[in-house]
């Protein structure tokens, strides 16, 4: 061939996108030094353990994944912000924004812009309910972790239920979430309470509760408030037993409640990340160890398992990796096998997993199941 000739077909393949070093890329606006950081950080190291694998591996025909990461530091202005720069950069997809509020805030750029949001870090029902053409769950809702709840907490024997959420967009949204999975389940609560999510607030709401001898509570908001509102109910003298939610599934939640942190549950999205007996957990297990990355957590799992499902969409693509194209390769994945978890979407299921657990901090500071 002649020189001429090769500068052609390499600038054509260039043009084309069909040189091995060409990059997908995905994009992921997230808190990585806010409130949520230590999640966010997690779940994108989770993900890279997987990409970097395909990666290693030649990529998907030939071309690799680019993560490309942006802070928002849970600011749903800055999420909005960031979810528009990385469009305008050219990312194939949004991966893994985390928060309720900052999820509604990127919703309308998917639409405009026609492109998937793969595994929001959310169970709210906004996410799942009605279905968005653009929006593809990996975790379960809401709903689906107090059905979860409930159902432990009557093998237990507890009668007497009080859901008590932060009055805010995150609140509001799994509180209704929650309500409806109480009710799926057969349960009323016996009050529903909402509080501003304010030091201020915690002293008076928590000492109403402990002359009320509640059994359990459902306490549905961040951290940092279910940190202050645990303390505050064991000042006032009160025992019940507490469950929040997955978004306090993290070590950095633990450390927030010291000592008070003993017994209290912790709904889980997928299996224990630290029992081997799921393929799934194996397979992250392997790769976090032979990269020396150390013990994993729920939210490493969570990321490891949402970039396997956003992978599969790419494969499923081809060599047309296109926003409409990813779109609908996602949406035929029937019965995917995640590695002991069945995930399936279509036109009109975008909720992929089903799964629900429950954990135990134990006296260790980790999660018992």
Known sequence: ??????????????????????QIKIGQTADFSGPAGVIAQQNRDGAKLYFDQINSQG?????????????DKFDPKASAANAKTLIDQGVLALFMTGGTAQNEAI??????HKLALVAPVSGALLLHDPVNPYVFNV???YHREAERAVAHLRNMGVQSLTVLQSEDKFGNDAAQAALRGLSTAGVRPRAHLKFAPQAAAYQGLAQQLAKADMQAVLLICEADAAAGFIAALRSAGSMAQVVTLSNNASPAFVGKLKEQGRGVIVTQLFPNERSASTELVRQAQDLAK?????ELSPAHLEGFAAAKVLVEGLRRSGKDQSRANLVKSLESMQRFDLGGLELSFNAKKHS?????DIAIIGPDGKFWR
């Open 352 to 356: 992929g997993l089903d799964f629900a």
């Open 59 to 71: 990529g998907i025909s030939g071309q690799k994944i680019e993560l490309v990461t942006l802070d």
């Open 139 to 141: 975790r379960a809702g």
């Open 107 to 112: 919703l309308p750029l998917l639409a405009q």
């Open 290 to 294: 032979s990269r020396g990355t150390g």
């Open 1 to 22: 061939m002649r020189m001429g000739s090769l500068v052609s077909v390499l600038g054509l393949a260039l043009l084309t996108g069909s040189v091995a070093q060409a």
